[in-house]
């Protein structure tokens, strides 16, 4: 699994409440990305870092926010979390060489 | 309309078939050219990618890049049950931004032994 570990794996929080997700790699890689990923969505890129303190927003970043106080660790966090951020979160990794991004093995988030 | 269209399955097949998965795409900038596997309940991994147009074999799988057409296609020969999985297809300009690939819904495929 390339070094990734997300925690928790799952979890349900109430509507209106804080909620932060981790993600922990090993491999020392710069470039970590956030994605969620829905039925008849797809993929789709929430924010992502290309160094510690560098962030930036990806296609749907209203609702979340991020940082990332270390290289190892690349935290997501839903303000105040709605029903409509229901939904499985995958945390990436890329190095220096090919385009490939490297998957964690989600958090499957419910949010009632 | 979505930048990445991918047909939507999902798709069942026996044994041995060969099968066909595509994407369509309209952003004339996407140079990278990528096909993730996810298996229930796990993220994508790389299957194989191809840079510009061409072709690409790795085992049982090719991928196809028709850059005129804008359309891609990843080939699975003597298809196995261990291949019953969803297919990605995903699309970046560059090498360097590819972590922000622009991702397909996703086809589902069903190999029956």
């Known amino acids: 699994d390339a070094g990734i570990t997300q925690s928790p794996r799952h979890k349900v929080t109430e509507t209106g409440t804080p909620v932060t997700l981790r993600c922990h790699q090993t491999?020392?890689?710069?470039?970590m990305y956030w994605y969620r990923q829905d039925p008849g969505h797809g993929l789709r890129l929430i924010h992502y870092?290309?160094?510690?303190?560098?962030?930036d927003k990806g296609e749907v970043s209203d609702g979340y926010s991020v940082s990332r106080s270390k290289t190892e660790d690349f935290l997501l966090t839903l303000e105040s979390a709605t029903s409509s951020q229901t939904s499985v979160y995958f945390c990436?990794?890329?190095?220096?060489?090919?385009?490939?991004?490297?998957f964690g093995q989600g958090t499957r988030l419910t949010v009632v | 309309q979505k930048e990445v269209e991918q047909d939507p399955g999902p798709l069942s097949v026996p044994e041995g078939a060969i099968v066909s998965l595509n994407c369509t795409y309209s952003?004339?900038?996407?140079?990278?050219f990528m096909w993730y596997r996810q298996y229930s309940r796990k993220g994508p991994e790389l299957l194989m990618y191809?840079?510009?147009?061409g072709n690409k074999e790795d085992g049982r799988f090719t991928a196809q890049v028709d850059k005129s057409s804008k359309y891609i296609s990843l080939f699975i020969r003597d298809s196995q049950p261990s291949d019953s999985a969803t297919y990605l297809c995903?699309?970046?300009?560059?090498?360097?931004?590819?972590?922000?690939?622009?991702f397909g819904d996703g086809t589902t495929l069903t190999v029956k032994p």
């Open positions: 990436a990794i890329r190095g220096q060489g090919g385009p490939e991004a490297f």
């Open positions: 491999e020392n890689h710069r470039y």
């Open positions: 870092s290309y160094g510690v303190k560098d962030t």
């Open positions: 952003n004339s900038a996407f140079q990278y």
């Open positions: 191809t840079y510009s147009s």
């Open positions: 995903a699309m970046s300009p560059t090498n360097t931004n590819a972590g922000k690939s622009t």
